[in-house]
C-alpha cells in the first residue's frame, strides 16, 4: 500500500505563505487523483484541493480558491500544496489522501503536517 508522507508545515504569520509537499512511498501515484485535506481542533476534516492523475485538471474548496495552488511531479511521486494569504482559522493538520471527487478515497491517512496561522 502506498505510503504518504507530508511536511512543509510550520507557524506563519496571518497573510503569509506556506509550502506543503506530500511524498509518496512503497508505490507510485502517478495514475492516481490526489487531494489536500485539513483538520483543525474540534472539528471535521474538510476538502482543500485535488488534483488529477495528470495535473491537468485541478478543484479547490471555495475558502481557499485563488490563494491555494494544488500541483504535482509525477517524475518524483510527489504532491504539493502553494498557501497563499493564509488566516489564522486556517490552523489544522494538513493531510493528503488519494481522492474520488472531493472526497478521500482511503481510510488510511498519514501523520500528517501542523500549520499554525498566527494573528
Known amino acids: 500500500q502506498v505510503q504518504l508522507v507530508e511536511s512543509g508545515g510550520g507557524l506563519v504569520q496571518a497573510g503569509g505563505s506556506l509550502r506543503l509537499s506530500c511524498a509518496a512511498s512503497?508505490?507510485?501515484?502517478?495514475?492516481?487523483?490526489m487531494g489536500w485535506f485539513r483538520q483543525a481542533p474540534g472539528k471535521e476534516r474538510e476538502f482543500v484541493a485535488f488534483?488529477?492523475?495528470?495535473?491537468?485538471?485541478?478543484d479547490y474548496g471555495d475558502s481557499v480558491k485563488g490563494r491555494f495552488t494544488i500541483s504535482r511531479d509525477n517524475a518524483k511521486n510527489m504532491v504539493y500544496l502553494q498557501m497563499n494569504s493564509l488566516y489564522p482559522e486556517e490552523t489544522a493538520v494538513y493531510y493528503c489522501?488519494?481522492?474520488?471527487?472531493?472526497?478521500?478515497?482511503?481510510?488510511?491517512w498519514g501523520q500528517g503536517t501542523q500549520v499554525t496561522v498566527s494573528s
Open positions: 489522501n488519494a481522492v474520488k471527487g472531493v472526497r478521500p478515497a482511503s481510510d488510511s
Open positions: 512503497r508505490g507510485t501515484i502517478t495514475r492516481t487523483r
Open positions: 488534483i488529477s492523475s495528470t495535473g491537468g485538471w485541478t
